[in-house]
T-cell receptor
Framework: DGGITQSPKYLFRKEGQNVTLSCEQNLNHDAMYWYRQDPGQGLRLIYYSQIVNDFQKGDIAEGYSVSREKKESFPLTVTSAQKNPTAFYLC?????????????FGDGTRLSIL | GESVGLHLPTLSVQEGDNSIINCAYSNSASDYFIWYKQESGKGPQFIIDIRSNMDKRQGQRVTVLLNKTVKHLSLQIAATQPGDSAVYFC?????????FGTGTRLQVFP
């Protein structure tokens, strides 16, 4: 079945540590996105990529980094510069990078601080 | 399971009744809208979308209505079932991004 796979489901970070969240899709979608979800708030865009080897900052990119070396993969690194990383992280993809196509989501990674 | 919103507005309906979930959007230039369903501990699931050149669109047991005059979007679920219990939120296209609402929790009781 086609879909978006995020791993791990739960992740714990120590002080000063960088952690990487995995996102893989086999939908052959060009565009991929990372969002952060906090209780009582709408999803906020961290980074997005419309094509391989290219990505743009979203609204809350500080403290995060991404890469897009392959069409099917868009890993997110939460760096030690992100002072409030505890959240539910969602990866999404869409056929093309225009906003008149639905984005399809993975089942998320919950990141907590030790 | 995980809670995606601790203080969301809640709609409680009896199984078999119709549900109407509302969303006010902010940008009059938005031309594309989506409804998502999110169950506890899972990612949002696409339900239905609508473009601004339409007022209504129907899917299986769901209907989306768009009122551009008052910038209002609604999702109607017919014959609500226990499996419909979840958080529902809308999204609007603004410039080159989707802006997501905070959501409404739908509770279905027998």
């Amino acid at each position: 079945d086609g879909g978006i796979t995020q791993s791990p489901k739960y992740l714990f970070r120590k002080e000063g540590q960088n952690v990487t969240l995995s996102c893989e899709q086999n939908l052959n979608h060009d565009a991929m996105y990372w969002y952060r979800q906090d209780p009582g708030q709408g999803l906020r865009l961290i980074y997005y990529s419309q094509i391989v080897n290219d990505f743009q900052k979203g609204d809350i990119a500080e403290g995060y980094s991404v890469s897009r070396e392959k069409k099917e993969s868009f890993p997110l690194t939460v760096t030690s510069a992100q002072k409030n990383p505890t959240a539910f992280y969602l990866c999404a993809s869409s056929i093309v990078g225009t906003v008149d196509q639905p984005q399809h989501f993975g089942d998320g990674t919950r990141l907590s601080i030790l | 399971g995980e809670s995606v919103g601790l203080h969301l507005p809640t709609l409680s309906v009896q199984e078999g009744d119709n549900s109407i979930i509302n969303c006010a959007y902010s940008n009059s230039a938005s031309d594309y809208f989506i409804w998502y369903k999110q169950e506890s501990g899972k990612g949002p699931q696409f339900i239905i979308d609508i473009r601004s050149n339409m007022d209504k669109r129907q899917g299986q047991r769901v209907t989306v209505l768009l009122n551009k005059t008052v910038k209002h979007l609604s999702l109607q679920i017919a014959a609500t079932q226990p499996g419909d219990s979840a958080v529902y939120f809308c999204a609007e296209s603004v410039a080159d991004k989707l802006i997501f609402g905070t959501g409404t929790r739908l509770q279905v009781f027998p």
